[in-house]
């Protein structure tokens, strides 16, 4: 038997950007509601490998991050541009101006904010994050949340991640703040 949340249906009127710190659960959780909304799940990294041929890793090795965050702009306006979906941004992408205003002329910004244990937790096993490849990963990724959290904390919608959340129950929270904006998502 379907949950009532199942069988609900929904129309999602603008693309709900989820932004947050590497680890926050964006790809995770953006996945999880693409699915239960019936809506398209694009990662902006992902696209972005796949134009270039290559891993964020080797185009930051290759080209530097000054080249990678213009792309990553592009990407991100393209995107922006299409149907209604679900977005998932890197974890520096909400960092630009430009792309907040991009997100919200088209989108809404919803901020997945897990606190420094959860990301420390989720991260520091991973070889894939080519920010924290250095002598104490720790002290870097404390540095990157303190400058980043003021900045997405202009992200229009709020979430604090919860340490022992599952991808479901963080699901249903972004769900539920989403309800809250009739303009981004209406139950039918």
């Known amino acids: 038997m379907q949950s009532d949340e199942t069988q609900q ?7 709900v950007v989820l932004v947050g710190m590497m680890g926050s659960g ?28 290559a891993t964020i890793a080797e185009i930051f090795a290759r080209d530097g991050e000054p080249f990678f965050r213009r792309r990553e702009s592009e990407v991100i306006a393209r ?7 679900i977005l998932s941004t890197g974890g520096g ?8 205003k991009q997100i919200k002329k088209h989108g809404v910004a919803v901020w997945l904010n897990a606190p420094l244990p959860v990301l420390w937790d989720r991260v520091r096993h991973k070889d894939s994050r080519p920010l924290l490849r ?3 990963p720790y002290a870097t990724l404390s540095e990157i949340y303190d400058a980043r959290t003021p900045i997405y904390a202009k992200a229009k919608l709020h979430l ?6 599952t991808i479901e129950d963080t699901t249903s929270s972004v769900m539920s703040l989403l309800l809250t904006r009739p303009d981004v998502l209406e139950a039918l």
Do not use: W
């Open 79 to 85: 995107l922006l541009m299409g149907s209604p979906c």
């Open 26 to 53: 964006k790809t995770a959780i953006g996945r999880a509601l693409s699915q239960r909304l019936d809506v398209p799940f694009l990662d902006s990294d992902h696209e972005i490998e796949t134009a270039a041929n």
């Open 134 to 136: 250095t002598a104490n």
């Open 9 to 15: 249906r929904y129309a999602l009127r603008r693309t």
């Open 160 to 165: 604090a991640v919860g340490h022992r959340a």
């Open 93 to 100: 992408a909400f960092l630009a101006k430009r792309n907040r």
